[in-house]
Every structure is written in C-alpha cells, then in structure tokens.
Nanobody, 125 residues
Framework: QAQLVESGGGVVEVGGSLRLSCAAS????????MAWFRQAPGKEREFVAA????????EYGDAVAGRFTITRYNPKNAVYLQMNNLTLEDTAVYYC??????????????????WGQGTQVTVSS
C-alpha cells in the first residue's frame, strides 16, 4: 500500500527557512512524479511545487517561485521542499503528493492522487 509521510514542519519567523521532507513507501519511486501542495485555513488547496520522476523538470506555483526549491533523492524514496524567505502567507498545512507511473518529461498538476497526512508550517511575525 502506498504511503507518504511528511516531516519538517514547525514554527519559523518571517524571513526564515524550513526544509520539508516526504518519505514514500509502497511505490515504484523511480517512476513517480512528486509534488507539494498546501492548504491554509479557509482557503482552497494550492499547488506549491512538483518534480518529474527523474528530477529533471520542476514546476512552482507563482506564490513560491524563486523562494522554494523541490528536489528528490530516488535512492531514499524521498522528496524535499526547501523553503526560504518565508512570509506570513506561507502559513499552511503542507501535503506531499504522488502520481504513480508518470514516466513523462512534464508535470500534470491535476494528476496527483496519493496524499500524505500533512505537516503544519506556521510563519510568525
């Protein structure tokens, strides 16, 4: 059974940094596209970043482009989200997501169908 487990959330001050991790199991990780989404209270879920199965192509939401970086390390079945220069608007629950069997050079943001339980990121002033 596929499972995604996020870690690394916490409380950070405005302008600070955090690194989220997501550990995958029960998947052929070498053929899976991975992504991060987030959801703030009272708001819809928002696309944050995604990376193709081989790590060659990454995409970012407009709100985080230039501040966040998604990477993956296939030997450890892991994906990471480095978040820099955090703002109050980055406060949300961050979810790791996977799209199995995604051996293509581009990302389909609507195709992610396996989700983790989420990790809370709170940016304080």
């Amino acid at each position: 059974q596929a499972q995604l487990v996020e870690s690394g959330g916490g409380v950070v001050e405005v302008g600070g940094s955090l690194r989220l991790s997501c550990a995958a199991s029960g998947l052929n990780f070498n053929s899976v596209a991975m992504a991060w989404f987030r959801q703030a209270p009272g708001k819809e879920r928002e696309f944050v970043a995604a990376v193709t199965w081989n790590g060659v192509t990454a995409e970012y939401g407009d709100a985080v482009a230039g501040r966040f970086t998604i990477t993956r390390y296939n030997p450890k079945n892991a994906v990471y989200l480095q978040m820099n220069n955090l703002t109050l608007e980055d406060t949300a629950v961050y979810y790791c997501a996977a799209e199995p069997t995604a051996l293509r050079p581009f990302i389909r943001r609507t195709a992610f169908n396996i989700w983790g339980q989420g990790t809370q990121v709170t940016v304080s002033s």
